[in-house]
């Protein structure tokens, strides 16, 4: 079977995954997606609403951990690469060549820990990927139907992420330079788009706009361009491997050059370009949001990186390294007692995996010593990713909201009355440390050191107010 190889990395690659996500405590972006598959919505404040009804759906399957939370990011992932492999494949009729955009993601760093998170981006790779399949197919034979797929899995990408967008601009320039459109497909693609995004469209309706506010105007700073341009061409390097980016951007640079610019070669550039401009113009911008644009980049160099197999394999090699490195550093002190030692341990982004099944466990028994009901418990914290964790530690089972400067969806999902809350318990740690006087007046303060070996990394500080 002349595609055995690929599934066969793919099915390695998803159960080496697959044994490890359950083993860490959530991020605290994970954690905020999880309070939102709580309340159940048409959209949220940051994102779509897709993130939130598959974390629900495994939550219900799996229960309330870690495991089930990444659990469909990283089958969404892995399905991903199956059908890049697939599209390689049909561009290249040849499954050697069309092997190496697998291993182009595989190289990634973005892919072997970011893939597996529970975010919107890997649902959202899988869906635009099966958009580009059909779209690919749609370019080639110019039945409708193709094009109809296209827009719908495009339409799905979008209830994960906003930038699902970039892709049907992309789609709207290739078939409008190309010759490939007419009046029918323009308003094929345009219509399938709108009904797809109307979920999001009435949400913001309901809420006056809050979400696009949010990123439209509130984000949008020009004075930060400087900086975001440095952290684009760094988070790049980082995000997606050195090697990988360098021999890409020399590929696509050669292409261009001479005037040989397929499909892919437009696709890889426009989806970058568009992504770039986002990331200079929005203050908070991450490296990952140029993720889209590594799909055709996967095919654009696949060829090249057969011919040129030493760059792939020194970029398996790199990657390989760094997740080793990542995977030490989570499991074991070496780095926390060695080089890391005399740094202040809210700096390591790794810290925040670890601590809050311990402040749940703590929660829980500070609950049951009072002999209440879910319905007569209040937790808060002072910023969204310390109140989605709050939720999370104690599995949704208390209402729980935000007071401080950063709420985002807490802020939408508010209460005003806390009267009607008979215990109501208000947790800090050492990165957000502030607490409003109504939560601190009258309140016992306990607090809770998170050791890894013998260093302290965190210390909550739990203020529990009888609020009889």
Known sequence: MKHSLAILIIVITTIIQLSIIGKVGAGDSEAYYYSWSRSLSLSYYDHPAGIALLIRIAT????????????????????????????????????????????????MPAFLIGGVSASPEP????????SLLFFYLYYTTEASVYLILSSLFAGIAFNFKYSALFLVIVYLIILN?????????????????????????IWNILHRGASFEYHLINRLSLRHIPLNFLKLIVGQLLYFNPILITFTAYITYKKIKIRKIDLYTKMFVILFGLSALIMLTIRDSEPHWSSLAYI??????????RIHRGIMLSSILLNTTLFSLFLIH?????????????????????????????VGENLEYIISQKNLSPNE????????????????????????????ARCNQFKIDDIEDTDKYKLIIFVTDNRFTTIPDFFKRGAIEQKLKIYRDERVIREFHIFIKDNK
Request: charged share 15%; net charge positive; glycine share 4%.
């Open 60 to 107: 219900e399957i799996f229960g309330h951990t870690p495991f089930a939370l990444r659990f469909f990011s990283t089958i969404a992932i892995n399905l991903a690469l199956l059908i890049i492999y697939r599209i390689s494949f049909l561009h290249y009729k040849d499954n050697k060549t069309a092997l190496f955009s697998i291993l182009f993601f595989i190289s």
């Open 123 to 130: 649902p959202l790779m899988l869906f635009c990927t099966i």
């Open 177 to 201: 330079t190309s010759r490939k459109s007419n009046k029918k497909t323009n308003l094929i693609l345009l219509s399938i788009i709108f009904v797809s995004i109307l979920p999001v469209i």
């Open 296 to 305: 055709p980049a996967a095919i654009l160099v696949a060829r090249e990186l």
């Open 330 to 358: 989570i499991f074991t002190p070496i780095f926390s007692d060695g080089i890391l030692r005399n740094q202040n341990p809210k700096y390591d982004i790794t810290n925040e995996l670890f601590g809050w099944e311990a």
């Open 377 to 404: 418990v209040l937790l808060a914290s002072n910023h969204y990713t310390m109140s989605a964790q709050l939720m999370l530690s104690t599995k949704g089972r208390y209402r729980t909201i935000c007071r401080g």
